[in-house]
């Protein structure tokens, strides 16, 4: 999923890169208006942006209803065993909602919550992506070591068998 904002300015880069794999369709448009067939995907990856589907106004600190629904067409096109597998800017586990989406970040925890209650198995999750020199509690552009250099949690879901 790409915005169509920004897809002008990627595709000549991602484009290649996706006909190299063979099997990735690009979807331009809302992360929440994909469509495809039920039992048809074997992973969805959600990479830098659960921290704008933790999270809205209207919804506090529970799991936004839009969220709800992307979570459970996932849940429909995944085959059994498919993967949900989130990359995201980490925030420390505790933080509201508002105040981690005010920094584009999200908890681990969060994301646990808001996966299993759609239904999802939490497998576990990795430190391959950790940083302990960020402070976690600051906007991730606002690192003096760079936006790349984030902590950042990479969890995976399962659709059960």
Not at 106 to 133: M, R
Request: aromatic share 8%.
């Amino acid at each position: 999923q790409n915005s169509e904002r920004f897809w002008d300015r990627l595709k000549e880069n991602a484009v290649p890169r996706y006909e190299k794999l063979g099997n990735v369709e690009a979807h331009i448009g809302r992360v929440t208006d994909f469509e495809g067939a039920d039992g048809s995907v074997d992973m969805i990856p959600i990479t830098l942006i659960y921290h704008h589907l933790h999270y809205t106004a209207d919804s506090g600190d529970a799991t936004p209803e839009n969220s709800k629904t992307l979570y459970a067409k996932a849940m429909q096109m995944l085959k059994p065993g498919g993967v949900i597998a989130i990359i995201e800017h980490q925030a420390p586990d505790g933080t509201p909602r508002a105040e981690s989406a005010a920094w584009h970040r999200a908890s681990l925890q969060n994301a646990i919550d808001d996966l299993t209650a759609a239904g999802f198995e939490y497998v576990g999750n990795s430190n391959l992506l950790a940083n302990p020199d960020d402070p976690q509690n600051i906007h991730f552009r606002d690192l003096t070591s760079g936006r790349d250099t984030s902590q950042r949690f990479v969890a995976k879901f399962r659709k059960p068998e």
